[in-house]
């Protein structure tokens, strides 16, 4: 049985900013779990516009607070995201998240991220394995 806090993360190699500054978002599960996902808490800030492509990952994301607008980058289509509103990125989109207040999520990554991913110039973390 795994028992974790947010407060336990804080401050730990868990607890990882962007080098841009327009998230932070808190690693509560990871690859090294061995339960065949990683979860996530993400904090987008007010303000910002952060583009992503998870080419190598499905990612489901549930708003728990805030607001703002999601774009898939590939056909233009917007979507508001508010408390409650779940999108799933089941086919790599490629979108753009702009926060019009912090936007607050739990994030559920298959297959599990590592902890270590970087986005490259293209928005996309590289499938790493562990002790990779």
Same mark, same amino acid.
Not at 40 to 54: F, L, Q, R
């Given at each position: 049985m795994i028992v974790r806090s947010l407060k336990d993360i804080e401050g730990t190699d868990r607890d990882?900013? #962007?080098e841009t500054g327009t998230w932070r978002s808190k690693r509560i599960i990871l #690859?090294? @779990?061995r339960v065949g996902f990683s979860l996530? *808490? /993400?904090?987008?800030? #007010?303000? /910002? *516009? /952060?583009?992503?492509?998870?080419a190598n990952h499905v990612e489901a994301v549930l708003c728990v607070e805030g607001e703002g607008e999601l774009t898939d980058d590939e056909t233009g289509e917007r979507h508001r995201i508010s408390p409650g509103t779940l999108y799933l990125? @089941?086919?790599h989109e490629r979108h753009t998240m702009?926060?019009?207040t912090d936007l607050r999520f739990v994030c559920v990554f298959n297959p599990p991220v590592t902890g270590r991913e970087v986005h490259d110039e293209n928005g996309v973390y590289p499938l790493l394995t562990e002790g990779a």
């Open positions: 990882v900013t #962007a #690859a090294d @779990d996530h *808490e /993400t904090v987008m800030y #007010a303000g /910002t *516009e /952060t583009s992503m492509w998870y990125l @089941d086919g702009r926060p019009q």
